[in-house]
């Protein structure tokens, strides 16, 4: 049996908080460099897609030998398909797996669409001339994608 110590069923959750936590510090990051509401939500949720996803797939993936009660023994070099502890692990891992599915969708759908609908009374303050805005948005694209504009 795996020995665990009892924070180990919390950590899920620290990653959902933090992904959500980035997730609007980034925004507020775009809002204070003068983008708008709505561009700087949609900016933050496009650079932030891809971390938030493959933290939430990768978490789930290696979960999935739990839940289908998959387990090995490294002693004897066998594998078996329903074990003792696989027993007593697939409900945890079940109920984490469907928890991190949520807690994505929250962080990618629900958090921004609450930022956008409180951030929308705040005005026209925190836009710019257009030709400015289009300029950030690309060099934020050049360097989300690691290439440099001149080349």
Do not use: C
């Not at 962080?107 to 836009?127: D, Q, R």
Request: glycine content about 8%; cysteine-free; aromatic content about 10%.
């Amino acid at each position: 049996m795996i020995a665990r110590s009892h924070h180990d069923r919390y950590w899920r959750a620290v990653v959902a908080v933090n992904n959500a936590i980035v997730l609007i510090d980034y925004t507020n990051q775009l809002r204070s460099n003068g983008f708008a509401v709505r561009e700087a939500v949609v900016l933050a949720g496009a650079t932030r897609l891809r971390p938030v996803l493959l933290t939430a797939i990768t978490t789930i993936l290696g979960l999935v030998p739990m839940i289908t009660g998959v387990s090995y023994d490294f002693r004897n070099l066998t594998m078996s398909w329903v074990s003792e502890s696989s027993q007593f692990w697939q409900s945890m891992a079940v109920a984490v797996s469907f928890g991190l599915l949520a807690a994505t969708f929250l962080t990618l759908v629900v958090m921004p669409t609450l930022y956008f609908f409180a951030g929308a009374g705040e005005g026209k303050s925190g836009t710019r001339q257009k030709q400015t805005r289009q300029e950030e948005m690309g060099a934020v694209f050049f360097a989300v994608r690691g290439v440099s504009e001149s080349a």
